[in-house]
Structure formats: C-alpha cells, structure tokens
C-alpha cells in the first residue's frame, strides 16, 4: 500500500492520479483502454453508424466505403465522422478516470478543477499571432513550389462549404478530443508513476504522450513529419504542466487544425494535408518551431500574469485511496 501523501502535497496537474486509487496499474490499464476504444472501437461503432445512414440514403456499399476513406479521397461526411471519433475521447476519458481512479472528471481539465474558459480565450489570440509568425518564416524558407504555404486559389464549390462547415463546427472537438486524451489522461498517466525526482517526472510526463500523440498519427510518416508532430506535443506538454490545464494546449491546438485545413481548402488538396506522411522538407521545422516558441511564451507570460493555477489544494495528508481524500471534493483555489 503507497504511503500516505503528506499533508501540505498540492499536486501539479501531472500528478494527479497520485490522488486517486492507489496502484499505478490503474494509469496503465487505463491509458491502454483509451487508446483501444478511442482507435479501435469507436472507429468501427461510428463508422457503422454511418455507414448505415449512407446506405439508407441510396448509396452502394462501394460508394458508401468511397465516401467515409479519408485515406484515399476526403469527403466532408468522412471528415465529419473523423472528428467525431477523435472528440470521443472526451467523455471516454472522463469515465476513465472516474472508473480507474475514482477521481471527479472535471480534474482532467484543470487543476481548477474546471476548463478556465477565461484562459482559454485569451490563448486564441495568441495563437493567432504564433500562427502569423510561422506562416511568415515558411514563406521566407527555400521550399520547393509544391510546399510552400500558399499558392494558386482553389476554387470555391458546394463540397468546399462543405468542408468548412464540417471544420468550424467539429474540429474544435476533435482538437480538444486529442488533448483530453494525449496532454489529459496520458500525461496525468506518465506522472503518475511514484519514486523518481521532480524533474524527471516532468520530462517523462511531457515525452511520453509525446512520443505515443505522434506515433498514433501514422507509421509511415517521415522524419520530418513525425518530428514535426512530436515537437508539436513536447510544446504542448510543457504548457499543460506549467500552466495546470489543457486550456492553452486545446487553444493551440484547434488554430493550429483551423489553419492547416483552411491552407489545405484554400491553396492545397484536404485529402494531402489529412494523410501527411511524407515529401515535407527539414527547413518546416524552422517555421513549427517559430509557432511553438512564441506560442510556449506567449501563453506562459499571460499564465503568470493572471496567477493562473499549477497546483491543486492540499490534500491533507490523506493516503491514497477510492473516494473521499479532500482534493475529491476540496473548493478550488481562486485563481
């Protein structure tokens, strides 16, 4: 049995499974159970859903699979059922970890314990202006013509507003979806682990969901793509465990997906943009790490201006155990 927590412990938002049932099992079985429902069983729950609807509506099954394979030729309706499996991971990893570790699932979002949607909000600007820097070194850099940022305008059809509506109205969740489950239960998963050093828990916390978040997108990827993805994660990371939330990571996240998709609608092909796994050039990584640089200090600066929480209440000395330690049910501090 873990010893009992001491009594002025405040845990980081990393450090939060500490709190629940004892036994760091439960964050691994737990962790493995998210990934498996949310790429596994609810892709084919969903899809089967759709798919039915399709074919209620007149659609073969060829051109029923045709319109729901994002791999080969992205649909809105493929896209939209995408999104939706991806923003599953929300209420999934809500029951998690109220199942695994009988913490209240609104811990999964701050150490609040709440979404600081106050926080959040300001960090939309301000990925607006990290974004605006990335895209300005990009055109700066030596691309070849084909992967530049911009280029001839596509024209405007009835699929391309639908494709907008679809992004608008749904990849928030899905980027939020991500961050629940990577920068949310894995990363509370990865700190949950008892008996190591203060820095060495961040580091873990933050490089494994990193390496699990880009590895999830695809085997094939490329060295430049899969490091793009993983900085990607690492920045995201250090901002959860810094600022105590996902708020900063979700804002980062859904305008980093908002502009990928709009270059893609606007100058590209959607169908490339979704299946990136190869032809990108070593010279992007300086324009990913012009938008994670500025956004990782803008979003800290703002954090430590408004005395945003990196640390929940004290939980009185309390061992770990099922509900009932005082951080179950403690009032959040003010700020």
Known sequence: MPAPLAPDFRPRYHELHRVGRPGEWRSIVGA?????LVFGIVPIVAGGVF????????YTVDEAT?????????????LALLNIVIA????LTFAVTWWFHRLKPRWVSSVRPRLRW??????????VVALVASVGVGLLLPLAPGEAPVGEVNEFSSQTRDFLL????????????????FRGYLTQAFGSIRGISRRTSDIIAVLGPALIFALFHGLSQDLPVFFDRFAFGVVAGILVIRTGGLEAAIAMHVLNNFLAFGLALAFGDLTTALNASGGSSWWMILSTLTQSLVYLGLAMWVAKALGVST????VGGAPLSPAGDPILDAPAPRV
């Open 66 to 78: 045709a319109v729901l394979d994002v791999t080969a030729e992205a649909t809105p309706a493929g």
């Open 118 to 127: 106050g926080y959040l909000l300001l960090c939309l600007p301000l990925a």
């Open 311 to 314: 640390q929940g209440p004290p």
């Open 166 to 181: 679809v992004i608008l109205l749904l990849t928030p969740l899905q980027a939020a979806g991500e961050e629940y489950l």
């Open 51 to 58: 798919f039915a609807g399709l074919m209620l509506a007149g």
């Open 88 to 91: 599953a991971a929300i209420p």
């Open 32 to 36: 493995l159970l998210l990934l498996v």
